[in-house]
């Protein structure tokens, strides 16, 4: 079972952290203006809509990939919202706005509020949003994460980074990595669904966390996760923050499987 904690203070979460296991907080968006204003989606449409914006997009039975045309804002909260398509992407039967930074959101922005019981420097700020169907492919970041369901749910698998050797991880060539919108990332390609294990990986351990509006889910560093939408129009905000790994590894470093594990096993061994 994962840990959980309502509205937890500084201090609370200091002590919980220290356990080095993700945890589901409620309670802590409640005062958040986005939880109630984004509820209206004239209001988020207004806010910025003329603003051209890059999504991924999928075909049926495809993983999405980043879309060369470049559609409005306000087009994608109609197609979200109300359904309406929008004329310059060929009829997919997906649309996602990934890890895209809130510097380009300064209106949405204002609606925010930084997590008071994290306390490490804040990276970047990301808006998230997509419609059921959509997924992030298992990988893991070297940095701690606060993921903010403002609407919709998500569901979120979970792998502990001690689990890394019998998962086989896989780089992504960088092209495949960047279509796939996992260019800074350690990444690893097949789902949870998919991850062929042998007989040694009986005691692999899953945790599988459903995020709800209003909800938050810390993920550690290391931490593999795979994110799918299963309710739709979500919008989520993730807070990454700088931890002793740094922030992001040069992309010139991500040459062999010894510079992913490498970091992952001094940590089991220390
Ligand atoms: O919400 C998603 O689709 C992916 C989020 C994620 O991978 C992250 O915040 O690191």
Known sequence: MIQKADNPTERNFKDELALGLPIQISGSMAKWPAFK???????????????????????????????????????????????????SLPDPERIYLKQTNFNNFPELKKDLVNPSFFSAPMVETNLWMGERGCNSPLHFDYIDNLICQVTGKKIIKLIAPKYTPLLSPCFLDSDRAEKLGLGNNFSFYQSTNELKLDDSSESLNIFEVELSAGEILYIPPLWWHEVDTIKGPSISVNFWYATRYGTRIPRNELTSEQTLLNPMLSMFQS
């Open 37 to 87: 204003l984004w509820q209206s989606a004239e209001y988020i449409k207004q806010s910025h809509r003329d603003l051209p914006c890059s999504v991924f997009t999928a075909k049926v039975g495809e993983p999405l990939v980043a879309s060369p045309n470049r559609v409005s804002w306000h087009e994608l909260i109609d197609y979200f919202w109300y359904g309406t398509r929008i004329k």
